[in-house]
């Protein structure tokens, strides 16, 4: 019996000793005959017949073995030499879908992919790569690739006489002296004529024609009208807009529904707070009309549109100095100018009679060197360079030349430029189809 037993084992390891020296064969066969279809698609390459090597090429990449990259890389050579052929390009991209798909990839297959698709216009897709491959390899030069690569833009050919930064995706523009509401692609939502317009928020905006005051929606349907006492107001947002009532600035919603309190100026709320003047003095002022901060300083530094708060932080002047107060408390630094933070990013600040940016926190992060800037919006700021306006990025290098006349902030890949031809809208066609970073 114990005979018998030591027989099956012995033939038991003997089998599972020849299964795994015929895989090895086969494994090695495999990889011979891979190398042997390579170099002869190599030979042909070299003589220019193209079209013979795709076939070998494309039977060893069909084999599974230690050549099958080399065998993938010889094929996208084929393609791409033969590329303007009917067929060959849906071949490469697939070849290189496949190889990015790959658990463990080399990071230069993203950027070959990123630079193909460039070559043919197609930027999105170009980036959409670019950033896969930063989140599947963190590979560092990919993301310099994408760096270099992501501002790519186009510019809207509708030019307007004037334009306001974007909010809300919407843009205050003026056409023939009256103004209205455009996307932030340049498309008129409500025409331009009316004498002031507000910016747009709940599906409304505040217009102004001749003695008239009321809201009209997308539609350009009216939905609210003013008391005739109102006679002034200033931009819309968060269900609320100021209004100028007997002699007194008040709050107001879109449904002209007046607050109680009263001021001698109010801006426009952004975080739920906005700057607010009483007794001759400037403060910032809640939802609620309570003061975060008092109404002791001789301005709060806005925006065009008449912001003050972002990023839990506030600029206020005293004198001729700017302070930041921030996180609920005054930081030590002090300011010649300054412009408000926007939803991300750094302040534009002025010392030494030149701008530089700053974090919330104070900390200086781009130096002093600028004529001119604005506050960065999403990824970019706008910085004067000797007569015309162009971009950096947060490490404070120039991405969009200096070749407008006036810029504005950017928000939602957009951002209004001022050209010869007037106001357009310059869009990132990494955002043209609403991709976003």
């Excluded at 030019?159 to 996307?183: H, L, M, P, R």
């Excluded at 008040?250 to 801006?267: C, Y």
């Excluded at 002022?285 to 003061?291: E, P």
């Excluded at 200096?402 to 209004?416: D, L, M, R, V």
Aim: net charge negative; hydrophobic share 40%.
């Amino acid at each position: 019996m114990k005979i018998t037993i030591r027989v099956f084992i012995c033939a038991g390891v003997f089998a599972l000793l020849l299964i795994a020296w015929t895989l090895v064969l086969n494994t090695k066969s495999t990889a011979e005959k891979q190398l042997l279809l390579i170099n002869e698609a190599t030979s042909m390459m070299s003589d220019g017949i193209y079209i013979k090597a795709v076939v070998l090429l494309e039977e060893a990449a069909g084999y599974d073995s230690v050549h099958s990259i080399q065998a993938e890389n010889e094929l996208k050579k084929t393609y791409l030499s033969l590329i303007e052929k009917r067929g060959f390009s849906r071949k490469y991209s697939a070849l290189l879908d496949k190889q990015m798909s790959r658990k463990i990839v080399e990071p230069n297959v993203f950027i070959e992919a990123a630079e193909f698709y460039l070559s043919t216009s197609k930027v999105q897709e170009a980036l959409n790569i670019l950033k896969t491959g930063i989140e599947k390899t963190g590979d560092a030069g990919i993301i310099s690739f994408y760096e270099s690569s992501r501002y790519v833009y186009e510019i809207n050919r509708t030019a307007y006489e004037n334009a306001t930064a974007i909010f809300n995706k919407t843009i205050q523009v003026q056409q023939d002296g009256k103004w209205g509401i455009a996307s932030d692609d340049g498309v008129i939502v409500v025409p331009c004529i009316y004498d002031k317009i507000s910016t747009f928020d709940k599906s409304r905006t505040i217009v102004k024609s001749g003695d008239e005051i009321y809201s009209v929606d997308r539609d350009n349907n009216r939905v609210a009208i003013a008391d005739k006492r109102v006679i002034d107001f200033n931009n819309f947002a968060e269900n609320r807009v100021s209004i100028f009532f007997d002699g007194n600035w008040v709050r107001a919603t879109g449904d002209f529904e007046l607050g109680s309190s009263m001021f001698e100026d109010i801006g426009m709320y952004s975080g739920g707070y906005a700057a607010a003047k009483t007794n001759g003095k400037w403060g910032v002022i809640d939802l609620s009309d309570k003061w975060l901060i008092p109404a002791e300083f001789d301005e709060i530094i806005v925006d065009e549109l008449g912001r003050c708060y972002a990023q839990d932080a506030v600029f206020v002047r005293r004198g001729n100095r700017v302070f930041l107060f921030s996180n609920g408390t005054f930081t030590d630094n002090s300011y010649e100018d300054a412009h408000p933070f926007g939803e991300e990013g750094f302040a534009a600040v002025k010392l030494h009679n030149k701008w530089g940016y700053i974090d919330k926190n104070g900390n200086e992060i781009i130096p002093y060197i600028f004529e001119t800037a604005l506050s960065f919006g999403q990824h970019m700021a706008a910085v004067k360079i000797g007569d015309y306006w162009g971009y950096i990025n947060i490490k404070g290098e120039i991405v969009i030349e200096p070749i407008f006349h006036e810029t504005k902030s950017f928000s939602g890949g957009c951002a209004p430029v001022l050209t010869e031809r007037g106001w357009q809208i310059l869009t990132l066609l990494e955002y043209k189809k609403g991709v976003s970073l």
